[in-house]
Nanobody, 123 residues
Framework: QVQLVESGGGLVQPGGSLRLSCAAS????????IAWFRQAPGKGRDGVAC??????????NYADSVKGRFTISRDNAKSTVYLQMNSLKAEDTAVYYC??????????????WGQGNQVTVSS
């Protein structure tokens, strides 16, 4: 069955970097879009970044709040999508989720979600 497993979170100081990984199984990553979301304490879940399928052009899009700081990428051979997060701020603190809806393009709603991974930015 479809599974997404996030890893790489943790505690980092403001201005630091982290790389999150989303390991996919149960489907061929090459053909599908993957998105990253986050949910801060007491807030709703917000989209962070998305990458379309490699069968298309692997185009990316980002929330305004992370543009220029975060980079989404994919390694189809490893069936893994990454979220490189640089220049982290306290407001980036959240549980981060990867998700897919098994289509080649990014969308507003997703069917499959990982378990979430905590990122805490604090001095």
């Amino acid at each position: 069955q479809v599974q997404l497993v996030e890893s790489g979170g943790g505690l980092v100081q403001p201005g630091g970097s982290l790389r999150l990984s989303c390991a996919a199984s149960g489907f061929t990553l090459y053909y599908y879009a993957i998105a990253w979301f986050r949910q801060a304490p007491g807030k709703g879940r917000d989209g962070v970044a998305c990458i379309t399928s490699s069968d298309g052009d692997s185009s990316t899009n980002y929330a305004d709040s992370v543009k220029g700081r975060f980079t989404i990428s994919r390694d189809n051979a490893k069936s893994t999508v990454y979220l490189q997060m640089n220049s982290l701020k306290a407001e980036d603190t959240a549980v981060y989720y990867c998700a897919t809806h098994l289509t080649p393009w990014c969308a507003d709603e997703y069917d499959y979600w990982g378990q979430g991974n905590q990122v805490t930015v604090s001095s």
